[in-house]
T-cell receptor, first 113, second 112 residues
Framework: DAGVIQSPRHEVTEMGQEVTLRCKPI?????LFWYRQTMMRGLELLIY????????DSGMPEDRFSAKMPNASFSTLKIQPSEPRDSAVYFC???????????FGSGTRLTVV | GDSVTQMEGPVTLSEEAFLTINCTYT??????LFWYVQYPGEGLQLLLK?????DKGSNKGFEATYRKETTSFHLEKGSVQVSDSAVYFC???????????FGTGTKLQVIP
């Protein structure tokens, strides 16, 4: 099992540009989560999906953020336009319904300059 | 709403010292409790869990006991190693929801 795979590992972009982060969950996992980690705010849940359907997006900061899960093996988090305050590490995690814990990816470190 | 409070770090210990990282929680109903560990440059990994009162979770020499009366889930290890240096997160999930609420994390540094 390759685990949860995120790409890219690092992204540096200029303010105003569109950024797309990608995630491949573990096969067979029913739930997918996107988290953001910063020193100031810790780990924040942005959105989560169940069977590819968005269930709760109340943590998405604003309309500049959007997430999709077109199939069970792929999800994207898009920021358009990006701003310096979006700089953070973005984690994707997945789990099966019957499990208690998440499996996290290694994260994408986003820097917006 | 649900919340997790854990001791602020960093915690610096010498190798073979005893470790305690305090964690208390506020939640409706009967949450499941977790400790996750994050090594530098990596995602969080589930370290141990407890799903009901008085359960003890354990893994890799770490232990934590679910104390409903004190709403606590303190992490302990009898003898830490340099390789235990990481950030430790206490977390809970409750009410049948799939969301997990994380604490702010405690950085542990173990020196030889």
């Amino acid at each position: 099992d390759a685990g949860v795979i995120q790409s890219p590992r690092h992204e540096v972009t200029e303010m105003g540009q569109e950024v797309t982060l990608r995630c491949k969950p573990i096969s067979g996992h029913d739930y997918l989560f996107w988290y953001r980690q910063t020193m100031m705010r810790g780990l924040e849940l942005l959105i989560y999906f169940n069977n590819n359907v968005p269930i709760d997006d109340s943590g998405m900061p604003e309309d500049r953020f959007s997430a999709k899960m077109p199939n069970a093996s792929f999800s994207t988090l898009k920021i358009q336009p990006s701003e310096p305050r979006d700089s953070a590490v973005y984690f994707c995690a997945s789990r099966r319904r019957e499990d208690y814990g998440y499996t996290f990816g290694s994260g994408t470190r986003l820097t917006v300059v | 709403g649900d919340s997790v409070t854990q001791m602020e770090g960093p915690v610096t210990l010498s190798e073979e010292a005893f470790l305690t990282i305090n964690c208390t929680y506020t939640a409706t109903g009967y949450p499941s409790l977790f400790w996750y560990v994050q090594y530098p440059g990596e995602g969080l990994q589930l370290l141990l869990k407890a799903t009901k009162a008085d359960d003890k979770g354990s893994n890799k020499g770490f232990e934590a006991t679910y104390r409903k009366e004190t709403t606590s889930f303190h992490l302990e290890k009898g003898s830490v190693q340099v390789s235990d240096s990481a950030v430790y997160f206490c977390a809970l999930s409750s009410g049948g929801y799939q969301k997990v609420t994380f604490g702010t994390g405690t950085k542990l540094q173990v020196i030889p």
